[in-house]
T-cell receptor
């Protein structure tokens, strides 16, 4: 079974702090994704990576950056955390980017910025 | 993007089938219909997807209407573990971005 793990289930940070969220997948997938999920707004893509060191912006990249130095690891960075970045952050991976490939999600990190 | 309409909630008894409808009347001819679910406090989980014909896997069946304007996810024998929010998502062939709406909250009674 594909396993996607995220570094923390719950995280509390202060406004202005730099925050690192890490994601690791064990299935040698090329593609990795960072989403955030908010009540009423659903799931939204922040960034997508299709290979090591390659990335594409999603719908809401502002205030975030990403790093993919190794195939199995995809990090989301909040450069200066703000309260409107309080959310559930979900990492996913897939072996392809066409519609035939399902995405496998991690358990999520619930981030609270105070 | 095609819009979807799903009931807000559905209830079922354990061991009984659950039929979850999804209306996607604006779907294009090449859009696939994907279903994901999200158990409480967990990340989303892929369930099934299809294009035109009905599809089965170990988790569920997907029945797609002949005009493709609607589909139904069928859980054949609901268990307590199937209590989740179920999302119906039309995706174009090269679309990798998932976008969930409100979905259907399924409650399973023991």
């Amino acid at each position: 079974d594909v396993k996607v793990t995220q570094s923390s289930r719950y995280l509390v940070k202060r406004t202005g702090e730099k925050v690192f969220l890490e994601c690791v997948q064990d299935m040698d997938h090329e593609n990795m994704f960072w989403y955030r999920q908010d009540p009423g707004l659903g799931l939204r893509l922040i960034y997508f990576s299709y290979d090591v060191k390659m990335k594409e912006k999603g719908d809401i990249p502002e205030g975030y950056s990403v790093s993919r130095e190794k195939k199995e690891r995809f990090s989301l960075i909040l450069e200066s955390a703000s309260t409107n970045q309080t959310s559930m952050y979900l990492c996913a991976s897939s072996s392809g980017t066409s519609v035939s490939y399902e995405q496998y999600f991690g358990p999520g990190t619930r981030l609270t910025v105070t | 993007d095609a819009k979807t309409t799903q009931p807000n909630s559905m209830e079922s008894n354990e061991e009984e089938p659950v039929h979850l409808p999804c209306n996607h009347s604006t779907i294009s001819g090449t859009d696939y219909i994907h279903w994901y679910r999200q158990l409480p406090s967990q990340g989303p989980e892929y369930v099934i997807h299809g294009l035109t014909s009905n599809v089965n896997n170990r988790m569920a069946s997907l029945a797609i209407a002949e005009d493709r304007k609607s589909s139904t996810l069928i859980l054949h024998r609901a268990t307590l573990r199937d209590a989740a929010v179920y999302y119906c998502i039309p995706l174009s062939p090269n679309d990798y971005k998932l976008s969930f709406g409100a979905g259907t909250t399924v409650t399973v009674r023991a």
